[in-house]
């Protein structure tokens, strides 16, 4: 059984950095996978931020192209997402998502590609 729990929120000033984790349990008997980052700001959508699949490809947003940097960690299994010179609009409810063996046409950083989900971790973001 797949299980994903975050960790690493937290506040931050803006212009800093952090790194979220989040723990995999059940992802790596599979040869095929996507697992991603997500986040939620308060009345807003589920936005994706960072994708990888098993292969260590990875998937980003124009907008975070350059400030984030998603990796899996095989021998701790983890998923990783740094972030740096974070915005106050990078505050958000963070949650990492993955999927199994995807059918048809994959898109790494659409919500509605990913089956199991974390709980979130929240990041806040101040001046």
């Known amino acids: 059984q797949v299980q994903l729990q975050e960790s690493g929120g937290g506040s931050v000033q803006a212009g800093g950095s952090l790194t979220l984790s989040c723990a995999l349990s059940?992802?790596?008997?599979?040869?095929?996978?996507?697992l991603s980052w997500f986040r939620q700001a308060p009345g807003k959508g589920r936005e994706g931020v960072a994708a990888i699949n098993a292969q260590g490809e990875t998937f980003y947003p124009d907008s975070m192209q350059d400030r984030v940097t998603i990796s899996e960690d095989n021998a701790e299994n983890t998923l990783n997402l740094q972030m740096n010179k974070l915005q106050l609009e990078d505050s958000a409810i963070y949650y990492c998502g993955a999927v199994i063996r995807p059918v048809g046409r994959v898109a790494p950083l659409e919500e509605w590609q990913y089956f199991y989900w974390g709980q979130g971790t929240q990041v806040t973001v101040s001046s």
């Open positions: 059940g992802v790596s008997e599979y040869d095929e996978y996507y």
